[in-house]
Nanobody
Framework: QVQLVESGGGLVQAGGSLRLSCAASGRTFSSYAMGWFRQAPGKEREFVAA????????YYTDSVKDRFTISRDNAKNTVYLQMNSLKPEDTAVYYC???????????????????WGQGTQVTVSS
């Protein structure tokens, strides 16, 4: 059973930064693409960023491009989301997830992911 544990969330003022971490259990972490999603109150869960297995490719939703950076350290079984220039609209619960080994839906689609963390709250005050 794979476990994903997020950390690093908190309360920050607009314009500030946070770095989220997601630690994964298991010995095959490097075999899977990883993603970050978020869900704000009253809204559906949305794609934020993803990274391929060996970090050769990264993907972002338009609203976070040039502000957020996803990275991974396969030696530490950890994926990160560096969030800069935070805005109040970034307030949400952030989830990391592991993409299915065989997927035909696409890396931006939540149904492509089979394991999820419990989430970490990010609150950006204006």
């Amino acid at each position: 059973q794979v476990q994903l544990v997020e950390s690093g969330g908190g309360l920050v003022q607009a314009g500030g930064s946070l770095r989220l971490s997601c630690a994964a259990s298991g010995r095959t972490f490097s075999s899977y693409a990883m993603g970050w999603f978020r869900q704000a109150p009253g809204k559906e869960r949305e794609f934020v960023a993803a990274i391929s297995r060996i970090a050769g490719s990264t993907y972002y939703t338009d609203s976070v491009k040039d502000r957020f950076t996803i990275s991974r350290d396969n030696a530490k079984n950890t994926v990160y989301l560096q969030m800069n220039s935070l805005k109040p609209e970034d307030t949400a619960v952030y989830y990391c997830a592991r993409q299915r080994e065989i997927d035909g839906l696409g890396i931006r689609i939540s149904k492509s992911y089979d394991y999820w963390g419990q989430g970490t709250q990010v609150t950006v005050s204006s």
